[in-house]
Nanobody
Framework: QVHLVESGGGLVQAGGSLRLSCVAS????????MGWYRQAPGNQRELVAR???????NYADSVKGRFTISRDYAKNTVSLQMNSLKPEDTAVYYCNLEPIHVRTTYWGQGTQVTVSS
């Protein structure tokens, strides 16, 4: 299997910044997209940002202008720069990898992001 390991979560005050990173390892696959999802208590898991291998990105409306997703192809990582954080951003953030031409998707274990008022 592909293994995804997230890091960079933590506690930050509103208006602050965090940078999440996800490293992919294990099974070698061709990647269609990698992304970040989040799940807050009582909420469904939602897409935060996604980046395709061609460089196209998608963002949730709630994070547009504040979050930036990027990939380092050489290091096989995807990062999420989160600026101007709000308490509403508090959630467990999960890394996701979508292989090309394969239905299986892979998830990391999640990293907690907590934004205080």
């Amino acid at each position: 299997q592909v293994h995804l390991v997230e890091s960079g979560g933590g506690l930050v005050q509103a208006g602050g910044s965090l940078r999440l990173s996800c490293v992919a390892s294990g099974m070698i696959v061709s990647i269609n997209a990698m992304g970040w999802y989040r799940q807050a208590p009582g909420n469904q898991r939602e897409l935060v940002a996604r980046i395709y291998s061609g460089g196209i990105t998608n963002y949730a409306d709630s994070v547009k202008g504040r979050f930036t997703i990027s990939r380092d192809y050489a290091k096989n990582t995807v990062s999420l720069q989160m600026n101007s954080l709000k308490p509403e951003d508090t959630a467990v953030y999960y890394c996701n990898l979508e292989p090309i031409h394969v239905r299986t998707t892979y998830w990391g274990q999640g990293t907690q992001v907590t934004v205080s008022s």
